[in-house]
């Protein structure tokens, strides 16, 4: 079962900020929060990852809250080329294995 | 640097048929694991393939099988195939599997029809 859990669906207007929410209460202390995005069921586009603190890329950024238990990414300037599913998922791995489970995802719609 | 590649892209099988799929993953990558996706739902775990075994295992059928080669590239064979294995199989690419910062890359999925 997925260790995440997020809303199915969203809407932002274009040129606002999308903030998407995803919660993890069940996360161990060594595991990572990553988001993915699939746009028209291509593969999966890695966006961003983290494990405590907040991280920033070209793409987003990611907010971890202190506890872990929940995360949003924020996309700070929405288009209509951000609408995709997007997954946010928790690497789970030790010394003999190493996986991500996925659980259905956002749907984010960029509204013009 | 070549991403993770998948081959075919797409392709029709008919029911009771083999098919198998190959990936070549990120250079510098040793782990690749295999994700079958269903139309309107999230990426499915197969298994995962290190150092030329399987060591990770989703809850999927014997007729599921794969294989890894000494360059890391991996193969998906699925057997007797059923309507229901009509899906995107999704290949993914890591290192070692040991450093959970380091990203995994997924390719581009082979669409397979199954009539």
């Known amino acids: 079962d997925a260790k995440t859990t997020q809303p199915t669906s969203m809407d932002c207007a274009e040129g606002r900020a999308a903030n998407l929410p995803c919660n993890h209460s069940?996360?161990?202390?060594?595991?990572?929060v990553y988001w993915y995005r699939q746009i028209h069921s291509q593969g999966p586009q890695y966006i961003i990852h983290?494990?405590?603190n907040n991280e920033t890329n070209e793409m987003a950024s990611l907010i971890i809250t202190e506890d872990r238990k929940s995360s949003t990414l924020i996309l700070p300037h929405a288009t209509l080329r951000d609408t995709a599913v997007y997954y946010c998922?928790?690497?789970?791995?030790?010394?003999?294995?190493?996986?991500?489970?996925f659980g259905p995802g956002t749907s984010l719609s960029v509204i013009p | 640097d070549a991403g993770v590649t998948q081959s075919p892209t797409h392709l029709i099988k008919t029911r009771g048929q083999q098919v198998t799929l190959r990936c070549s993953p990120k250079?510098?990558?040793?782990?690749v694991s295999w994700y079958q996706q269903a139309l309107g739902q999230g990426p499915q775990f197969i298994f995962q393939?290190?150092?030329?075994?399987?060591?990770q295992r989703g809850n999927f059928p014997d007729r599921f099988s794969g294989h890894q080669f000494p360059n890391y590239s991996s193969e998906l064979n699925v057997n007797a195939l059923l309507l229901g294995d009509s899906a995107l199989y999704l290949c993914?690419?890591?290192?070692?599997?040991?450093?959970?910062?380091?990203?995994?890359?997924f390719g581009e999925g082979s669409w397979l029809t199954v009539v």
């Open positions: 993914a690419s890591s290192l070692t599997g040991r450093r959970l910062e380091d990203t995994i890359y």
């Open positions: 069940t996360i161990s202390g060594n595991e990572y």
């Open positions: 983290g494990l405590k």
């Open positions: 998922i928790v690497r789970v791995g030790g010394t003999s294995y190493d996986k991500v489970i």
């Open positions: 250079s510098g990558h040793d782990t």
């Open positions: 393939y290190y150092e030329e075994e399987e060591r």
